[in-house]
T-cell receptor, first 117, second 112 residues
Framework: AQKVTQAQTEISVVEKEDVTLDCVYE???????LFWYKQPPSGELVFLIR??????QNEISGRYSWNFQKSTSSFNFTITASQVVDSAVYFC??????????????FGSGTRLQVQP | NAGVTQTPKFRILKIGQSMTLQCTQD?????MYWYRQDPGMGLKLIYY???????DKGEVPNGYNVSRSTTEDFPLRLELAAPSQTSVYFC???????????FGPGTRLTVT
C-alpha cells in the first residue's frame, strides 16, 4: 500500500521568508513518481512538479525548489522569498510507475501555507 | 484548448436523489479519474478509466458508478445520495506519456 504523510497541517510566514513543506512517502514499488500540486483559495488544483524515483537530482524553478531524498523517503518543497500569492494548500502525491496500468495518485492531507504581508 | 471541464460547479441534493457529474477533456488523454476531497483532507480516488469502455474502482467507490463510452467523457453517477457524499469532486486526466494529472475545476456537492 502507498502512503503520503504531510505532517505540517498549517504554516504561517511573513512575506519574503523562506518556507519548506515536508513530504514523506511509503511505497513498495521500486519505480514510482512523486508530485506536488498547489490548491489556491479558488479551489483548482495546479500541477507544480513531477519527479521520477530513479532521478534524485534536485530541481529549482524560480523561487521554488524540491529536494528528493530516496534514503529518507522524502520529497520536500521549498519556497524562497515567499509572497502573498503563494498562500494556498499544497499537496504531495505519489503514483506507481507506468506499467501498473492505474497511475492513480495517492495524496497527502495537504499543508496550508499562509503568507502574511 | 479548455483542458478538463466539469459541470455543474455547485449542486445541492436531497437524500435519496440521484445526479450525474459531467467531465470532459479535450487533450485526447487515455486516463481519466474521479476523486473526492473532504474538508481538510487530501483527495481520494473513486473510479478511474484507462480508455474508452474500461473502468475500475478506486479507494472509495461505494455509492457511485461511472461509464466511459468516449475518450473525452467520463461521467460520475450518484444513484441514492447520502450526506456522506457531501464533498468536492474533481475529475482529472493524463496521457500515455504524461504522468502528471490535469484537474478540472471541481464540483461542490452538498447532500441534505
Amino acid at each position: 500500500a502507498q502512503k503520503v504523510t504531510q505532517a505540517q497541517t498549517e504554516i504561517s510566514v511573513v512575506e519574503k521568508e523562506d518556507v519548506t513543506l515536508d513530504c514523506v512517502y511509503e511505497t513498495r514499488d521500486t519505480t514510482y513518481y512523486l508530485f506536488w500540486y498547489k490548491q489556491p483559495p479558488s479551489g483548482e488544483l495546479v500541477f507544480l512538479i513531477r519527479r521520477n524515483s530513479f532521478d534524485e537530482q534536485n530541481e529549482i524553478s524560480g523561487r521554488y525548489s524540491w529536494n528528493f531524498q530516496k534514503s529518507t523517503s522524502s520529497f520536500n518543497f521549498t519556497i524562497t522569498a515567499s509572497q502573498v500569492v503563494d498562500s494556498a494548500v499544497y499537496f504531495c502525491a505519489l503514483s506507481a510507475a507506468m506499467d501498473t496500468g492505474r497511475r492513480a495518485l495517492t495524496f497527502g492531507s495537504g499543508t496550508r501555507l499562509q503568507v502574511q504581508p | 484548448n479548455a483542458g478538463v471541464t466539469q459541470t455543474p460547479k455547485f449542486r445541492i441534493l436531497k437524500i435519496g436523489q440521484s445526479m450525474t457529474l459531467q467531465c470532459t477533456q479535450d487533450m485526447n488523454h487515455n486516463y481519466m479519474y474521479w476523486y473526492r476531497q473532504d474538508p481538510g483532507m487530501g483527495l481520494k480516488l473513486i473510479y478511474y478509466s484507462v480508455g474508452a469502455g474500461i473502468t475500475d474502482k478506486g479507494e472509495v467507490p461505494n455509492g457511485y458508478n461511472v461509464s466511459r463510452s468516449t475518450t473525452e467523457d467520463f461521467p460520475l453517477r450518484l444513484e441514492l445520495a447520502a450526506p456522506s457524499q457531501t464533498s468536492v469532486y474533481f475529475c482529472a486526466s493524463s496521457g500515455l506519456a504524461v504522468y502528471e494529472q490535469y484537474f478540472g475545476p471541481g464540483t461542490r456537492l452538498t447532500v441534505t
